[in-house]
């Protein structure tokens, strides 16, 4: 079982940044894929970025490839989103989430946290 807190959510301005983090429980955080996944106003939840249990791979949505970094801290049992040149599409609620499968999809992750929302202005 892990348990995932996300924090770091707030009102933003257009190209500025901003870093979320998520909290995880449990002794098995390093066991995890760990996810970003974002859901904006009237839209499915889509995914933001992924990091590998070791951190050692990434992936990244095509929408924030080039602005956006995942990391982690295994020690720590926290994984990190940093968001740069932030753009109002950006808007929506930020979910951290953990798959013991890895992957993309949605349906491969296991626990999500609450999700945290951001709010980009123009």
């Known amino acids: 079982q892990v348990q995932l807190v996300e924090s770091g959510g707030g009102l933003m301005q257009a190209g500025g940044s901003l870093r979320l983090s998520c909290a995880a429980s449990g002794r098995t955080f390093s066991s995890y894929t760990m996810?970003?996944?974002r859901q904006?106003?009237?839209?499915e939840r889509e995914i933001i970025a992924t990091i590998s249990r070791s951190g050692g791979s990434t992936y990244y949505a095509y929408s924030v490839k080039g602005r956006v970094t995942i990391s982690r801290d295994n020690a720590k049992n926290t994984?990190?989103?940093q968001m740069n040149s932030l753009k109002?599409?950006?808007?929506?609620?930020y979910y951290?989430?953990?798959?013991s499968s890895g992957g993309y999809a949605q349906?491969?992750?296991d626990y999500w946290g609450q999700?945290?929302?951001v709010t980009v202005s123009s």
């Open 35 to 37: 996810g970003w996944f």
């Open 40 to 43: 904006a106003p009237g839209k």
């Open 79 to 81: 994984v990190a989103l």
């Open 88 to 93: 109002p599409e950006d808007t929506g609620v």
């Open 96 to 99: 951290c989430a953990a798959g």
């Open 107 to 109: 349906r491969l992750y």
């Open 115 to 117: 999700g945290t929302q």
